[in-house]
């Protein structure tokens, strides 16, 4: 039986509606507003205190990262006072984003033309109790309706979606959805298409900067479902609205590509190659994409149980629970990160002319010295390892075509790609050892190249980076508290070119191994080469037609093989990574790197003219520092509240 309980707003906009019946869940809810409410009583005290101009004057002008700190504190106040962490499916009308939601939930309980018909979005929350609340553009709740079940509620559900009142924007959804527990939400977001559905779209690119993350459904019968009407203006605005988007994570980005069953008649090697071109696409538009967050899936084969299609949504669910995983509870997890760093900043640099003020002028000479000294020693450590920047990528380069020149040549690769082709006939052998020997090809790199960079290119520059490392923190512990915008660590790890960090090697992998997969015209080009070389210049096709099958499948392996000579290997490998492998290391050596050594050299400067002045603002600066500290103090009382674990 449904009940009605028209007028009773909820706490708040987007908040669960009964604390006191409700699970371990609500609880979350409840505490997670009460740190909320805490962070605004932080942001706003830390917005008075940057307007002061005692702030501007010892602490802006010398400090990292608060060029712009006014504009920083805003974005992050208005991402505060969001309570959800909604987990959003965009997609263009008729995609599949209801059925695909129904899947995620386990029932029907979204009719499929919920969002088509009207410009609601529509937001489902973990909840005991059975529950809908119609809102209106502000998120003011215009009525809630109790039910005993689902099925009830999936009944007015329906009804609903056949009403057409401009009143209601948001329809909220309660029911026990254990896969996302806590404060994340998924949003069914009205789809993008045709002209006359442009309020649905404008209703779902409003709501775009909301997400924390993203699952885009795309229609691959409408001509594969990455078309530059629909989905590309999508991705287009989450990439402008990044910068507004706070505690949002490119990487936490999944594509679906459904309906694949409508093209299931297509031959294998053409549905691959249509998956592959879908990638590069996807890849194009979205650079974080990661290929295992890219699926092939049939809402409606899913729906049916068809082993075919169920493997593909398995593991689609699974990727997605890692990806809710990592955003329950984000928001505070990316604040308390951000105020963190902001006041241990003004905290170094308040303390840091403290320590001047308080020195000797000789004492303070002597550690100036030291710093100059190793400035010095840091330059010439910069200079060498450019000069052999050349000399690693080339031998990765050498490694790896002879590594895989080697794995192709072996008997064991050729009884591998001829396995089980007896059933196979001359005029089907050719595009099954074209597709056994690309997917070998990418198992290859997949499992290799990671290893090769690891100890060619980063072999080298793993003791001069700890040597770097080692000497910055070491002159950044001399003159904490300045303009030094270089932060070790991050640098590093943004160039991609850490030997310090375990993780830098392998991210650099990835990225070699991402880009080679999403660019299947490097070494799978090779085998392209061997097809037209063996057919048009060794006669292939002719001897297809006169040799037994066991000699046709044998030397039609030998045209491919052929043409995968080691020079011919390298000489793609080099034209197709050479840049981006020599940008990516030379961005930490020539960039980042440099640019902190003369900035480290004007503190010195800096340092050198200002100690005096220091010591006659010796109470100001005392006071900005129980300021920072005891802004300190209210930021670890909310890092030690209790929110209900992961």
């Given at each position: 039986?449904?009940?009605?309980?028209?007028?009773?707003?909820?706490?708040?906009?987007?908040?669960?509606?009964?604390?006191?019946?409700?699970?371990?869940?609500?609880?979350?809810?409840?505490?997670?507003?009460?740190?909320?409410?805490?962070?605004?009583?932080?942001?706003?005290?830390?917005?008075?205190?940057?307007?002061?101009?005692?702030?501007?004057?010892?602490?802006?002008?010398?400090?990292?990262?608060?060029?712009?700190?006014?504009?920083?504190?805003?974005?992050?106040?208005?991402?505060?006072?969001?309570?959800?962490?909604?987990?959003?499916?965009?997609?263009?009308?008729?995609?599949?984003?209801?059925?695909?939601?129904?899947?995620?939930?386990?029932?029907?309980?979204?009719?499929?033309?919920?969002?088509?018909?009207?410009?609601?979005?529509?937001?489902?929350?973990?909840?005991?109790?059975?529950?809908?609340?119609?809102?209106?553009?502000?998120?003011?709740?215009?009525?809630?309706?109790?039910?005993?079940?689902?099925?009830?509620m999936a009944k007015t559900l329906e009804t609903l979606a056949q009403t057409n009142s401009d009143?209601?924007?948001?329809?909220?959804?309660?029911?026990?959805?254990?896969?996302?527990?806590?404060?994340?939400?998924?949003?069914?977001?009205?789809?993008?298409?045709?002209?006359?559905?442009?309020?649905?779209?404008?209703?779902?690119?409003?709501?775009?900067?909301?997400?924390?993350?993203?699952?885009?459904?795309?229609?691959?019968?409408?001509?594969?479902?990455?078309?530059?009407?629909?989905?590309?203006?999508?991705?287009?605005?989450?990439?402008?609205?990044?910068?507004?988007?706070?505690?949002?994570?490119?990487?936490?980005?999944?594509?679906?590509?459904?309906?694949?069953?409508?093209?299931?008649?297509?031959?294998?090697?053409?549905?691959?190659?249509?998956?592959?071109?879908?990638?590069?696409?996807?890849?194009?538009?979205?650079?974080?994409?990661?290929?295992?967050?890219?699926?092939?899936?049939?809402?409606?084969?899913?729906?049916?149980?068809?082993?075919?299609?169920?493997?593909?949504?398995?593991?689609?669910?699974?990727?997605?629970?890692?990806?809710?995983?990592?955003?329950?509870?984000?928001?505070?997890?990316?604040?308390?990160?951000?105020?963190?760093?902001?006041?241990?900043?003004?905290?170094?640099?308040?303390?840091?002319?403290?320590?001047?003020?308080?020195?000797?002028?000789?004492?303070?000479?002597?550690?100036?010295?030291?710093?100059?000294?190793?400035?010095?020693?840091?330059?010439?450590?910069?200079?060498?390892?450019?000069?052999?920047?050349?000399?690693?990528?080339?031998?990765?380069?050498?490694?790896?075509?002879?590594?895989?020149?080697?794995?192709?040549?072996?008997?064991?690769?050729?009884?591998?790609?001829?396995?089980?082709?007896?059933?196979?006939?001359?005029?089907?052998?050719?595009?099954?050892?074209?597709?056994?020997?690309?997917?070998?090809?990418?198992?290859?790199?997949?499992?290799?190249?990671?290893?090769?960079?690891?100890?060619?290119?980063?072999?080298?520059?793993?003791?001069?980076?700890?040597?770097?490392?080692?000497?910055?923190?070491?002159?950044?512990?001399?003159?904490?508290?300045?303009?030094?915008?270089?932060?070790?660590?991050?640098?590093?790890?943004?160039?991609?070119?850490?030997?310090?960090?375990?993780?830098?090697?392998?991210?650099?992998?990835?990225?070699?191994?991402?880009?080679?997969?999403?660019?299947?015209?490097?070494?799978?080009?090779?085998?392209?080469?061997?097809i037209v070389t063996g057919v048009l210049f060794s006669g292939l096709v002719a001897f297809e037609?006169?040799?037994?099958?066991?000699?046709?499948?044998?030397?039609?392996?030998?045209?491919?093989?052929?043409?995968?000579?080691?020079?011919?290997?390298?000489?793609?490998?080099?034209?197709?990574?050479?840049?981006?492998?020599?940008?990516?290391?030379?961005?930490?050596?020539?960039?980042?790197?440099?640019?902190?050594?003369?900035?480290?050299?004007?503190?010195?400067?800096?340092?050198?003219?200002?100690?005096?002045?220091?010591?006659?603002?010796?109470?100001?600066?005392?006071?900005?520092?129980?300021?920072?500290?005891?802004?300190?103090?209210?930021?670890?009382?909310?890092?030690?509240?209790?929110?209900?674990?992961?």
């Amino acid at each position: 039986m449904a009940t009605k309980e028209a007028g009773q707003q909820f706490r708040g906009g987007n908040d669960c509606p009964d604390d006191s019946s409700s699970s371990s869940g609500f609880i979350t809810v409840n505490r997670y507003i009460d740190i909320q409410e805490e962070f605004k009583k932080l942001y706003s005290s830390i917005t008075t205190f940057v307007a002061e101009e005692d702030f501007k004057t010892h602490i802006k002008k010398d400090a990292h990262g608060m060029k712009e700190i006014e504009k920083q504190l805003r974005l992050q106040e208005l991402d505060a006072i969001k309570t959800d962490c909604p987990i959003v499916i965009a997609g263009e009308t008729s995609c599949g984003k209801s059925s695909i939601i129904n899947l995620i939930l386990g029932e029907m309980i979204l009719p499929t033309s919920i969002t088509a018909s009207t410009s609601r979005v529509c937001r489902i929350k973990h909840s005991e109790q059975c529950m809908v609340s119609t809102r209106n553009s502000k998120d003011e709740e215009i009525d809630r309706t109790s039910f005993e079940n689902s099925m009830e509620m999936a009944k007015t559900l329906e009804t609903l979606a056949q009403t057409n009142s401009d009143e209601i924007s948001y329809v909220d959804i309660y029911m026990p959805v254990p896969l996302i527990q806590g404060n994340v939400i998924i949003v069914d977001t009205p789809g993008c298409g045709d002209k006359e559905q442009q309020k649905n779209a404008d209703r779902m690119m409003s709501y775009l900067p909301n997400a924390l993350a993203f699952v885009f459904v795309l229609n691959v019968p409408n001509a594969g479902g990455i078309q530059d009407d629909r989905l590309i203006p999508v991705l287009s605005k989450v990439n402008q609205s990044l910068d507004k988007m706070v505690s949002f994570s490119p990487e936490d980005v999944i594509f679906l590509l459904n309906k694949w069953d409508t093209i299931a008649h297509e031959s294998v090697q053409k549905l691959e190659n249509f998956f592959e071109q879908s990638k590069k696409s996807l890849h194009k538009n979205w650079e974080k994409v990661d290929d295992s967050c890219i699926f092939r899936i049939s809402a409606i084969k899913v729906a049916k149980r068809k082993p075919k299609y169920t493997k593909d949504f398995d593991s689609f669910l699974k990727t997605l629970k890692e990806v809710i995983a990592r955003n329950e509870n984000k928001r505070v997890k990316v604040h308390l990160r951000f105020l963190n760093d902001f006041l241990d900043e003004c905290n170094r640099v308040v303390s840091t002319k403290l320590e001047i003020a308080n020195r000797e002028a000789g004492e303070n000479q002597t550690t100036l010295d030291d710093s100059s000294k190793k400035l010095e020693q840091l330059e010439e450590t910069r200079k060498e390892e450019i000069s052999n920047i050349e000399r690693n990528i080339d031998q990765f380069f050498d490694e790896a075509s002879s590594k895989f020149h080697q794995y192709i040549n072996h008997p064991c690769f050729k009884a591998a790609i001829l396995q089980d082709t007896d059933e196979l006939t001359r005029f089907t052998i050719r595009q099954e050892l074209d597709t056994r020997i690309e997917n070998k090809t990418k198992d290859w790199m997949k499992e290799n190249l990671k290893e090769i960079f690891e100890r060619t290119i980063m072999a080298d520059l793993i003791s001069k980076f700890e040597e770097i490392q080692r000497s910055l923190h070491s002159i950044k512990d001399n003159l904490k508290g300045f303009k030094t915008p270089f932060n070790v660590d991050k640098k590093i790890v943004t160039a991609v070119a850490s030997g310090v960090l375990p993780s830098g090697a392998g991210v650099i992998g990835s990225f070699l191994i991402r880009s080679i997969i999403s660019h299947p015209g490097v070494l799978i080009g090779i085998v392209t080469v061997g097809i037209v070389t063996g057919v048009l210049f060794s006669g292939l096709v002719a001897f297809e037609v006169v040799d037994d099958f066991e000699t046709v499948r044998d030397k039609a392996f030998e045209a491919r093989i052929n043409v995968f000579t080691e020079k011919e290997i390298k000489r793609r490998l080099k034209k197709e990574y050479y840049d981006g492998v020599k940008r990516i290391v030379s961005a930490f050596l020539e960039g980042d790197l440099e640019e902190e050594i003369i900035n480290i050299k004007d503190n010195v400067k800096t340092m050198q003219t200002d100690s005096e002045s220091y010591k006659a603002q010796k109470n100001t600066l005392s006071t900005l520092k129980k300021t920072v500290v005891r802004e300190l103090e209210r930021l670890q009382k909310i890092e030690r509240t209790d929110i209900k674990p992961e």
